[in-house]
């Protein structure tokens, strides 16, 4: 576990039934084990909660709590109203008739992009370094299998997580991972704190900064098939001052994409 997460984290079982899930992982990592909310001095407590585990923050005039859970809240409203194989996010990927690639993203985060491409038909591989986040993220999918939804647990069958350095994971193997390797590192915020959504802030607090986002793209277009797919802030710099073959922009996002092979040679296979 990263040094970040010295003095900064408490887990709380609030409930009893994931209690072994909390206790084996206040093991793991040598972290205090707390059984209230308010029972800990640390400025982040990971609640193993029913049905999905989230993260606290208890700061004085802190947001609410975090969660990767794709029932509710805006990667819900994504999936019901995003716009299909017409968001920009598809597009960057290369979905189209006929063509689903199968796209590793090294930097899964709450898991969001990669739940909007599992719901065009994407199978998706999730690499997540932290072992916060990568816990958020299989309760979130334990959440889905269980919901009763059929549709989203059908999504979320297409998605698989590891809990590993994405540069190690890219380095594992022989040959090509993927047809699509996604990266949308995350870099140090810029002004005040106060400006950058909560996840963001927390993120950066317990994760840190993905410094070795130029050394990922240069694994990732040795290891992807058809293209490597970086997502940027709109007037951000390229990663590796690589220019990419195409690009797609957004209001406050774009798509760096560097194409190695025609996306039409999956239609073939």
Known sequence: MTDLLVDQLSIWPSASERFREAQAFAKRFALPLISASDDGS??????????????LQTTKGSPGPISASFLEGKVAHRRQFGGGKGQMIAKAVGV??????RVLDVTAGLGRDAFVLSTLGCEMTLVERSPVVAEL???????ARVSGDEQIASIVQRMRLHEQVAAEYLQTGDGLLADVIYLDPMYPPRGKS???KKE????????GADEDANVLLD????RARCRVVVKRPRLGEFLNDAKPDLQLAGKSARYDIY??????????S
């Open 42 to 55: 640390t400025p982040y407590i990971l609640e193993f909660a029913q049905p999905v585990s989230r993260l």
């Open 96 to 101: 189209q008739q006929g063509i689903t690639p």
């Open 137 to 143: 993220l299989r309760s979130a999918f334990n959440e």
């Open 194 to 196: 106060a400006l950058v």
């Open 200 to 207: 963001m802030r927390a993120f950066h607090d317990l994760v």
């Open 219 to 222: 694994l990732a277009l040795a």
């Open 259 to 268: 194409t190695l092979q025609s996306l039409n040679v999956l239609k073939a």
